[in-house]
Nanobody
Framework: QVQLVESGGGLVQPGGSLRLSCAAS????????MSWYRQAPGKERELVAT??????????NYAESVKGRFTISRDNAKNTLYLQMNSLKPEDTAVYFC?????????WGKGTLVTVSS
């Protein structure tokens, strides 16, 4: 059974930093392209960043709104995906989800809440 479990969310002041983690199990993690999405209250879910799986030539990509502030990374030995978030803004407040994708198969985590507020 595939499981993706996000952690690391919480309350942070504007300008602060957080690192999110997504622990994966039940799949060959290194084969999957991994992404972070977020969904703010009353808004649609949006793609934040994607990092390719092994053997893929697709580059890491970011939403324009987070470029230069967020960094996606993965540790295949630990089956874990990360999102380092710096210079956080109130508009980054959202539930953050990780997704694993291989061809037409997608798996989602349940999300972790990030609140940016003073």
């Amino acid at each position: 059974q595939v499981q993706l479990v996000e952690s690391g969310g919480g309350l942070v002041q504007p300008g602060g930093s957080l690192r999110l983690s997504c622990a994966a199990s039940g799949l060959t993690f290194s084969n999957y392209a991994m992404s972070w999405y977020r969904q703010a209250p009353g808004k649609e879910r949006e793609l934040v960043a994607t990092i390719p799986g092994d053997g893929s030539y697709i580059p890491i990509n970011y939403a324009e709104s987070v470029k230069g502030r967020f960094t996606i990374s993965r540790d295949n030995a630990k089956n874990t995906l990360y999102l380092q978030m710096n210079s956080l803004k109130p508009e980054d407040t959202a539930v953050y989800f990780c997704k694993a994708r291989l061809q037409f198969t997608n798996y989602w985590g349940k999300g972790t809440l990030v609140t940016v507020s003073s």
